[in-house]
């Protein structure tokens, strides 16, 4: 990294939350807030009295000025026309102004300006050039320089067309984009350039992101050289934060319900206060045991105290809690690893501070095996809403560098290049005949390893396999253990335990992996010599193998096939 200032911020741009950030001269990377203090910046654009509100600002407009706030707009960049819209993309607006037909089929918004009591209107593109500039001009005042470069993240579905839009879109605010990185790049990166990261070079990583209205799980294979490449990634429209948030604020209504017999879902600016209530319930559990409610007039002039403890926020969002786990666990197994191969999982997005989804990870997968990273499992400093852009800083960050060429910049950040790798592992059988791995699977090639060996059998024959992972299981029976006092199922916060009581009676699974060899692909008789041997191997981008035996000292080559 650069020991000056970057002068390359980068940028989380996401449907419901953004944030800005920069590497200091000190190598530190900063999360910039803005003028309100807020780091993390609603995605959201409000018009009131002929003035424009941005992020938190914005946000307080929903419950009465709802027509004139526009949220949840950055997947509709580069959809070029409003006739082919999802009903779903055209929901996510509809708490705040719909996403309508401007003219001509283009999707855009329609604001009216209390003032003149006018209409304008706005292309989406136009709404993303606006949020970009208020970034921009937050970062300019924090940094005190006119900032005229970012790197930008993206998700991995992203089409070249919405690329090219938000290019677009902030040169008008007046920056140039250098780079797009994906999503769980930016977090990966953000997180290996820690003091913290348990991450080693040789390793797979999941990194969930469950972001306020999608979440995607993408599988990393960390190798060599620091690579990390892609092995497979998924995303889910339907899964994210607001789906917690909607089963909370059913929950209390359901509350006030008992309490009134009013429903407060029926009028739009008594659910966009139920909303509001929901989103900050869900934040407070994240950090302490209890929570209290209390809304003024929520509906029919009617207000609404109660209280919620963790427990019970457990018990109401446990679906969404294990829908979030088993896409976890789903994409693993797409990918084509087990669970054991899986080393780390890394947690980002604003959802994922939900303690429970940390938790219920460590249940699923093993717990001697899989280290699961966040900030709620301390393992994990950045707050996870922060993630992104402190990864894209980063990014910059090499790019202003200019030690780095282009060329060196593909191998350091393998996430930006698509490179061969290998299908399976390879290695050596050493004495006792067992496996020992060379090339770990998922290697990007071409790939190199050498080892040494001080002493050598004259004459031992050196085998050369391709390894299959196999998993062992040991089932191991439980000790009977006393029966328990049956007792009145009269507190329903009792139910979330019963899976765990069932699961005590079934008996432990004991998985451990193993790689067996499979085809031999080279075998090498060695003549052992007094200053030792030195074993190169090579893999070409065609996946040929080369293995060299040379003599540590005089480099004669002794064998080479």
């Given at each position: 990294?650069?020991?000056?200032?970057?002068?390359?911020?980068?940028?989380?741009?996401?449907?419901?939350?953004?944030?800005?950030?920069?590497?200091?001269?000190?190598?530190?990377?900063?999360?910039?807030?803005?003028?309100?203090?807020?780091?993390?910046?609603?995605?959201?654009?409000?018009?009131?009295?002929?003035?424009?509100?941005?992020?938190?600002?914005?946000?307080?407009?929903?419950?009465?000025?709802?027509?004139?706030?526009?949220?949840?707009?950055?997947?509709?960049?580069?959809?070029?026309?409003?006739?082919?819209?999802?009903?779903?993309?055209?929901?996510?607006?509809?708490?705040?102004?719909?996403?309508?037909?401007?003219?001509?089929?283009?999707?855009?918004?329609?604001?009216?300006?209390?003032?003149?009591?006018?209409?304008?209107?706005?292309?989406?593109?136009?709404?993303?050039?606006?949020?970009?500039?208020?970034?921009?001009?937050?970062?300019?005042?924090?940094?005190?320089?006119?900032?005229?470069?970012?790197?930008?993240?993206?998700?991995?579905?992203?089409?070249?067309?919405?690329?090219?839009?938000?290019?677009?879109?902030?040169?008008?605010?007046?920056?140039?984009?250098?780079?797009?990185?994906?999503?769980?790049?930016?977090?990966?990166?953000?997180?290996?350039?820690?003091?913290?990261?348990?991450?080693?070079?040789?390793?797979?990583?999941?990194?969930?992101?469950?972001?306020?209205?999608?979440?995607?799980?993408?599988?990393?294979?960390?190798?060599?050289?620091?690579?990390?490449?892609?092995?497979?990634?998924?995303?889910?429209?339907?899964?994210?934060?607001?789906?917690?948030?909607?089963?909370?604020?059913?929950?209390?209504?359901?509350?006030?319900?008992?309490?009134?017999?009013?429903?407060?879902?029926?009028?739009?600016?008594?659910?966009?206060?139920?909303?509001?209530?929901?989103?900050?319930?869900?934040?407070?559990?994240?950090?302490?045991?209890?929570?209290?409610?209390?809304?003024?007039?929520?509906?029919?002039?009617?207000?609404?105290?109660?209280?919620?403890?963790?427990?019970?926020?457990?018990?109401?969002?446990?679906?969404?809690?294990?829908?979030?786990?088993?896409?976890?666990?789903?994409?693993?197994?797409?990918?084509?690893?087990?669970?054991?191969e899986v080393d780390s999982i890394l947690l980002t997005g604003g959802a994922s501070f939900t303690p429970k989804i940390t938790q219920t990870l460590q249940v699923v997968f093993p717990e001697n095996q899989v280290k699961v990273i966040s900030l709620v499992a301390g393992n994990e400093l950045q707050h996870p809403d922060e993630m992104l852009s402190a990864g894209a800083?980063?990014?910059?960050?090499?790019?202003?560098?200019?030690?780095?060429?282009?060329?060196?910049?593909?191998?350091?950040?393998?996430?930006?290049?698509?490179?061969?790798?290998?299908?399976?592992?390879?290695?050596?059988?050493?004495?006792?005949?067992?496996?020992?791995?060379?090339?770990?699977?998922?290697?990007?090639?071409?790939?190199?390893?050498?080892?040494?060996?001080?002493?050598?059998?004259?004459?031992?024959?050196?085998?050369?396999?391709?390894?299959?992972?196999?998993?062992?299981?040991?089932?191991?029976?439980?000790?009977?253990?006393?029966?328990?006092?049956?007792?009145?199922?009269?507190?329903?916060?009792?139910?979330?335990?019963?899976?765990s009581e069932d699961e005590d009676d079934e008996p432990e699974v004991l998985k451990t992996k193993e790689i067996e060899p499979v085809e031999k692909l080279a075998e090498l008789g060695i003549k052992a010599t007094k200053n030792g041997v030195e074993l190169i191997f090579e893999i070409s981008r065609e996946n040929k193998l080369k293995v060299i035996a040379r003599d540590?000292?005089?480099?004669?080559?002794?064998?080479?096939?």
């Amino acid at each position: 990294m650069s020991s000056s200032f970057s002068p390359i911020v980068g940028i989380s741009f996401g449907n419901t939350s953004s944030s800005i950030a920069t590497v200091k001269n000190n190598d530190k990377v900063e999360v910039i807030a803005n003028p309100d203090g807020e780091r993390v910046i609603a995605t959201a654009l409000s018009y009131r009295d002929g003035d424009e509100y941005h992020g938190g600002q914005a946000i307080q407009q929903l419950i009465r000025n709802p027509k004139n706030t526009i949220i949840n707009f950055r997947d509709l960049i580069g959809q070029p026309k409003f006739s082919k819209l999802s009903e779903d993309l055209k929901n996510r607006c509809s708490a705040g102004a719909p996403v309508v037909d401007i003219g001509d089929d283009v999707p855009g918004f329609i604001i009216t300006n209390s003032e003149s009591n006018k209409e304008i209107k706005l292309s989406v593109d136009e709404v993303v050039a606006r949020h970009l500039k208020n970034l921009k001009l937050a970062a300019d005042d924090y940094i005190g320089v006119n900032n005229k470069k970012a790197v930008i993240t993206v998700p991995y579905d992203f089409n070249d067309l919405q690329k090219e839009r938000i290019a677009k879109a902030a040169s008008k605010a007046g920056l140039e984009i250098v780079q797009f990185i994906h999503e769980p790049s930016a977090a990966l990166l953000s997180h290996l350039t820690t003091k913290t990261t348990s991450i080693h070079k040789d390793s797979n990583v999941v990194v969930a992101d469950f972001g306020g209205l999608q979440s995607s799980v993408t599988v990393f294979a960390i190798r060599n050289n620091g690579i990390f490449t892609k092995i497979y990634t998924e995303s889910r429209q339907d899964l994210g934060g607001s789906k917690i948030d909607d089963v909370l604020l059913k929950y209390l209504n359901s509350e006030f319900q008992k309490k009134t017999k009013v429903d407060a879902t029926k009028n739009p600016r008594s659910l966009a206060k139920l909303k509001s209530n929901a989103i900050l319930t869900k934040k407070t559990l994240s950090n302490t045991s209890n929570a209290n409610i209390s809304i003024d007039s929520l509906a029919d002039g009617l207000d609404f105290n109660s209280s919620i403890n963790v427990f019970k926020y457990d018990l109401v969002v446990r679906n969404v809690i294990n829908e979030m786990v088993t896409f976890v666990e789903q994409a693993v197994e797409k990918s084509g690893l087990d669970k054991l191969e899986v080393d780390s999982i890394l947690l980002t997005g604003g959802a994922s501070f939900t303690p429970k989804i940390t938790q219920t990870l460590q249940v699923v997968f093993p717990e001697n095996q899989v280290k699961v990273i966040s900030l709620v499992a301390g393992n994990e400093l950045q707050h996870p809403d922060e993630m992104l852009s402190a990864g894209a800083a980063v990014q910059a960050s090499l790019l202003a560098d200019d030690l780095y060429e282009e060329d060196d910049l593909e191998k350091l950040l393998g996430h930006s290049v698509d490179v061969p790798q290998l299908n399976e592992c390879i290695g050596v059988l050493d004495g006792s005949k067992k496996f020992v791995t060379i090339f770990d699977k998922y290697t990007s090639l071409p790939a190199r390893q050498s080892f040494k060996l001080k002493s050598l059998v004259d004459g031992a024959d050196l085998e050369v396999y391709t390894g299959k992972l196999n998993i062992k299981e040991e089932i191991i029976e439980k000790e009977e253990a006393p029966k328990k006092e049956e007792k009145k199922e009269d507190d329903d916060d009792d139910d979330e335990n019963d899976w765990s009581e069932d699961e005590d009676d079934e008996p432990e699974v004991l998985k451990t992996k193993e790689i067996e060899p499979v085809e031999k692909l080279a075998e090498l008789g060695i003549k052992a010599t007094k200053n030792g041997v030195e074993l190169i191997f090579e893999i070409s981008r065609e996946n040929k193998l080369k293995v060299i035996a040379r003599d540590l000292k005089t480099n004669e080559v002794l064998q080479q096939i």
